[in-house]
């Protein structure tokens, strides 16, 4: 049930390629809380997606950005304040891409030209985004930024090889970049430590189906879904969360407090038993 939350607010949300995306999601739900959105996202993921379809229904326009480059990001954030008519309150990165995952390499073999591409795109485009828009004084006083990371920031997953990486670099940057934009212009920063999420990339990683149903044996919530994760940032972008900065969020059913969980015991020793 809506809320009103986003009531008057307007926003960029980047990543969203078909209905699978959390990033979708937040679209849907930051528009049934009376958001108006940018929609964003790279050319080729635009062809490869179905996002036109997300915009027609929320009556949101396109402007296509490849978020490593500063100048197209320029152009979407100016882009942006003039279709709304003024300066934004909230940011979703929520983008990723390994091109070692994609080509199966693990993490003895990484190309390292790909991995620079990892970060590139996984990351340092957080830190573009923020810095174009300090830049152009595109954020309102009190406005949200968030992006989406995982914990394999903190731990080490197999075949997750150079994301990790990123996601560690991406959480680095909320906290830097949180504490510059909070003292600038009361603006906050935050990621989101998603659960496996069944998503176009998530199920593009080797083992992920093993790697989806372990975590939720371990969680005592169970996974947290994509719809959850949407209204978890949909509260981060409201007024409710004000004082809310440069935190890594758990959003993950209680995986990461769990040193090992009932269910996976059970699953254990009935496989030792056979």
């Not at 003895?108 to 830049?135: I, P």
């Not at 968030?146 to 940057?173: C, P």
């Not at 093993?210 to 947290?224: Q, S, T």
Request: charged share 20%.
């Amino acid at each position: 049930m809506p809320y009103n939350l986003l009531a008057g607010k307007v926003g960029i949300i980047s990543g969203a390629l078909n209905d699978k995306s959390i990033a979708w999601k937040v679209a849907q739900k930051a528009h049934a809380e009376g958001a108006r959105i940018v929609l964003t996202n790279a050319p080729l993921a635009m062809r490869m997606g179905e996002i036109r379809a997300l915009a027609a229904e929320i009556d949101a326009p396109i402007i296509p950005a490849d978020a490593t480059s500063v100048e197209e990001l320029e152009k979407l954030f100016g882009d942006a304040q003039s279709h709304f008519g003024g300066k934004l309150d909230f940011v979703l990165h929520s983008i990723g891409m390994s091109a070692n995952i994609r080509k199966g390499k693990n993490y003895g073999e990484l190309d390292y030209k790909f991995f620079q591409q990892t970060l590139d795109v996984s990351a340092l485009s957080f830190h573009k985004m923020m810095a174009v828009a300090e830049r152009q004084d595109a954020l309102n006083e009190w406005a949200s930024i968030v992006a989406l990371s995982y914990i394999a920031a903190q731990r080490a997953f197999l075949d997750y090889t150079d994301m990790a990486q990123a996601k560690a670099m991406l959480e680095s940057i909320a906290r830097s970049y949180g504490q510059r934009l909070g003292h600038l212009k009361k603006v906050r920063v935050n990621t989101i430590s998603q659960s496996p999420t069944k998503t176009t990339a998530g199920t593009g990683i080797g083992g992920f189906d093993a790697f989806y149903e372990y975590a939720n044996k371990m969680a005592p919530l169970g996974n947290a879904p994509a719809e959850a994760c949407a209204d978890y940032c949909v509260s981060l972008f409201s007024d409710l969360t004000r004082f809310v900065t440069m935190q890594n969020l758990m959003h993950d059913g209680g995986f990461s407090s769990v040193g090992i969980s009932e269910a996976l015991v059970e699953a254990m020793t009935k496989s030792a038993a056979q």
